[in-house]
């Protein structure tokens, strides 16, 4: 399988608890974007990075949530404290960025409950 | 702010008949379109990618015609199948405003087939 993977594919947890979702993107894209999505709408960009580096955060990502892609393969999205409005699916697309050519390809996502 | 828009939220068509999705763009510097599709439970998938220079482009059943003059952005689907229905979202993006290339959603439309 050479497309995007994301684990878990579920996760739900209790109010307050710390969550980590993990992202492994298409091996030779340099793009790696995390999107939140809830139901009904479409998705909405959390945070990019270019290799290992997070070149931009939305303002929708509190200091609660971090992202790290360490060796720039593979990404990891942690929600601290946990609060029901973090309930949605969390998706995760890279692309091999040439000036803004080629689409992002998309994971299945993780769809988070928190209860 | 800027904002991709969907004019029908939910469109029902016959088995075999053709479909057309609309969408508005408010942000005139955007210069790159994509259609991606999304099934219950999975990531989005990419359709089809347009570029500002171009007003029309055809790929395996579908075509996306853009119309820059009054900012939309269609999606055709020939003789629509069951395995059409689904949520189709279009998104944009503009390399010489944003270079995170991050794609700017609207909320969806949802095609439904009957057989």
């Known amino acids: 399988d050479t497309g995007v993977s994301q684990d878990p594919r579920h996760k739900i947890t209790k109010r307050g608890q710390n969550v980590t979702f993990r992202c492994d993107p298409i091996?030779?894209?340099?793009?790696l974007y995390w999107y939140r999505q809830t139901l009904g709408q479409g998705p909405e960009f959390l945070t990019y990075?270019?290799?290992?580096?997070?070149?931009?955060k939305s303002r929708l990502l509190s200091d609660r949530f971090s992202a790290e892609r360490p060796k720039g393969s593979f990404s990891t999205l942690e929600i601290q404290r946990t609060e029901q409005g973090d309930s949605a699916m969390y998706l995760c697309?890279?692309?091999?960025?040439?000036?803004?050519?080629?689409?992002?390809?998309f994971g299945s996502g993780t769809r988070l409950t928190v209860v | 702010g800027e904002s991709v828009g969907l004019h029908l939220p939910t469109l029902s068509v016959q088995e075999g008949d053709n479909s057309i999705i609309n969408c508005a763009y408010s942000n005139s510097a955007s210069d790159y379109f994509i259609w991606y599709k999304q099934e219950s439970g999975k990531g989005p998938q990419f359709i089809i990618d347009i570029r500002s220079n171009m007003d029309k482009r055809q790929g395996q059943r579908v075509t996306v015609l853009l119309n820059k003059t009054v900012k939309h952005l269609s999606l055709q689907i020939a003789a629509t199948q069951p395995g059409d229905s689904a949520v189709y979202f279009c998104?944009?993006?503009?390399?010489?405003?944003?270079?995170?290339?991050?794609?700017?959603f609207g909320s969806g439309t949802r095609l439904l087939v009957r057989p």
């Open positions: 990075f270019q290799n290992e580096a997070q070149l931009e």
């Open positions: 697309a890279s692309s091999l960025g040439r000036g803004g050519d080629g689409h992002d390809t």
């Open positions: 998104a944009e993006n503009s390399a010489r405003m944003d270079s995170s290339y991050k794609l700017i």
């Open positions: 091996s030779e894209h340099n793009r």
